[in-house]
């Protein structure tokens, strides 16, 4: 998944930098933005949907440091490429429903701001679970078929 998108790099730093120019690392790295300022809203106004905010970003940050130092291929015992999935497409959710209910509740302005800026958060983890699919990932190749074997 992360590998066919990185650039060939003969160091170690190197290649732990090259991971920022895929599209997962600017996906993850902006994940982790936008828990970070939807945490500082939510800070602000109130500290009821600040855990969603915090959990997503911890979860974002591992991911990027496992990505981007190659660690998910010295684990394979953990499918790492479902284990994303089902990351992404359980944040994207919770995020549409806490933005949803906090924009129904209203309040002050940073409250609202930090409902939108969740609906923005669903849009980015469910853009990033269409993308790590791990069925959409597969390449399907046809049949080798035998030109003598056609009608008699």
Known sequence: MADSERLSAPG????????WRT?????????ILLCLVILICFSASTAAYSSLSVIEMILAA?????????LHNKMPFINWPWSD????????????????FVLIE???NTKIIAGVLGLFAALLFGYDAYFTFPLRQQRHTAAPTDPTDGPV
């Open 23 to 31: 599209r997962k690392g600017i996906l993850l790295f902006a994940e």
């Open 62 to 70: 591992v991911f990027f440091v496992i990505y981007m130092c190659d």
């Open 12 to 19: 170690c730093w190197a290649a732990c930098t090259s991971y």
């Open 85 to 100: 999935f089902f990351r992404t497409l359980i944040a994207a959710i919770l995020y549409l429903i806490t933005s949803i």
């Open 106 to 108: 209203g309040g002050n």
